[in-house]
């Protein structure tokens, strides 16, 4: 079965920076958008950036624009966000999604498989 598994979560001072990891099996992964949202305790699940399945194309929250960069090894059915300038908003769950077909998106019930979460917290 398909199965993500996020990585790379832990406690970061504002200002550093972390690289978050999502390895994908049970797919071909190409074949898949990869997505990355975080969600906040009694909020909504929100967008934070997406990658087609090439890789070509890629898409950000205006929150993180500009600090993080996704991206992504077909070859290890790995995709990467490297987050940059961290905050302590933005302090949260991240989760990885598979979206069957190679165009990314931002709307989160596109997406079919989602990983457990990996927790960032940054401190001020």
């Known amino acids: 079965q398909v199965q993500l598994v996020e990585s790379g979560g832990g406690l970061v001072q504002a200002g550093g920076s972390l690289r978050l990891s999502c390895a994908a099996s049970?797919?071909?992964?190409?074949?898949?958008?990869i997505g990355w949202f975080r969600q906040a305790p009694g909020k909504e699940r929100e967008f934070v950036a997406a990658?087609?399945?090439?890789?070509?194309?890629?898409y950000y929250a205006d929150s993180v624009k500009g600090r993080f960069t996704i991206a992504r090894d077909n070859a290890k059915n790995t995709v990467y966000l490297q987050m940059n300038s961290l905050k302590p908003e933005d302090t949260t769950v991240y989760y990885c999604?598979?979206?069957?077909?190679?165009?990314?998106?931002?709307?989160?019930?596109?997406?079919?498989?989602w990983g457990q979460g990996t927790q960032v917290t940054v401190s001020s």
């Open positions: 049970g797919l071909t992964f190409s074949n898949y958008a």
């Open positions: 999604a598979a979206k069957l077909g190679m165009i990314a998106t931002i709307g989160r019930s596109r997406y079919d498989y």
């Open positions: 990658i087609s399945g090439t890789g070509g194309t890629t």
